[in-house]
T-cell receptor, first 118, second 113 residues
Framework: DVKVTQSSRYLVKRTGEKVFLECVQD?????MFWYRQDPGLGLRLIYF???????EKGDIPEGYSVSREKKERFSLILESASTNQTSMYLC?????????????????FGDGTRLSIL | SQQGEEDPQALSIQEGENATMNCSYK?????LQWYRQNSGRGLVHLIL?????REKHSGRLRVTLDTSKKSSSLLITASRAADTASYFC?????????????FGQGTTLQVKP
């Protein structure tokens, strides 16, 4: 079975801190994704990556950056945490389908990191 | 923008009853996927239906797709208390080659024992 592991289930940080959320997948998937999930807003895509050192902005990239130095690891960085970034963060991975970045493949999710910014 | 929208937002039924959830979307798609999320956990993929398919089954799950109406339904038959979860549809845009999925806001299903 595919395993996507997020480094922390719960995290509390202070305003202005630089925050790192780590995600590791063990199935050699090309694609990795970071979402945030908020009540009433569903899942929103922050950033995604098709390959090592490759990244593309999702729908809400402001205030975030990402790093993918190795295929199995995709890191989300909050450059200067703010209270409006308090949320559940979900990482996912998927294999490449018929064409690069194909949406034909299911995404496999980690259990999420519930981040609180005080 | 393309978005899956689930209906109803919340559903409460008795164990043994069937549960039907609907999803509508706005633009042409390559496929539509359904996911389940237990409280406090990540999403788990349930089923994928391609745009040229009309119906698909997996165990107690039945998914239909009507591309002319841009809608899909997920039917869970003979529900169990363990089916209590949130259910999301997700679509990718036929016009896009990015492979991004757009998730709806989900239907919260409660199955009472």
């Amino acid at each position: 079975d595919v395993k996507v592991t997020q480094s922390s289930r719960y995290l509390v940080k202070r305003t202005g801190e630089k925050v790192f959320l780590e995600c590791v997948q063990d199935m050699d998937h090309e694609n990795m994704f970071w979402y945030r999930q908020d009540p009433g807003l569903g899942l929103r895509l922050i950033y995604f990556s098709y390959d090592v050192k490759m990244k593309e902005k999702g729908d809400i990239p402001e205030g975030y950056s990402v790093s993918r130095e190795k295929k199995e690891r995709f890191s989300l960085i909050l450059e200067s945490a703010s209270t409006n970034q308090t949320s559940m963060y979900l990482c996912a991975s998927s294999p490449t389908g018929l064409f690069r970045g194909s949406g034909n493949q299911p995404q496999h999710f980690g259990d999420g990191t519930r981040l609180s910014i005080l | 923008s393309q978005q899956g929208e689930e209906d109803p937002q919340a559903l409460s039924i008795q164990e043994g009853e069937n549960a039907t959830m609907n999803c509508s979307y706005k633009t042409s798609i390559n496929n539509l996927q359904w996911y389940r999320q237990n409280s406090g956990r990540g999403l788990v993929h349930l089923i994928l239906i391609r745009s040229n398919e009309r119906e698909k089954h997996s165990g107690r799950l039945r998914v239909t797709l009507d591309t002319s109406k841009k809608s899909s339904s997920l039917l869970i038959t003979a529900s169990r208390a363990a089916d209590t979860a949130s259910y999301f549809c997700a679509t990718d845009a036929r016009s896009s080659n990015t492979g991004k999925l757009i998730f709806g806001q989900g239907t919260t299903l409660q199955v009472k024992p």
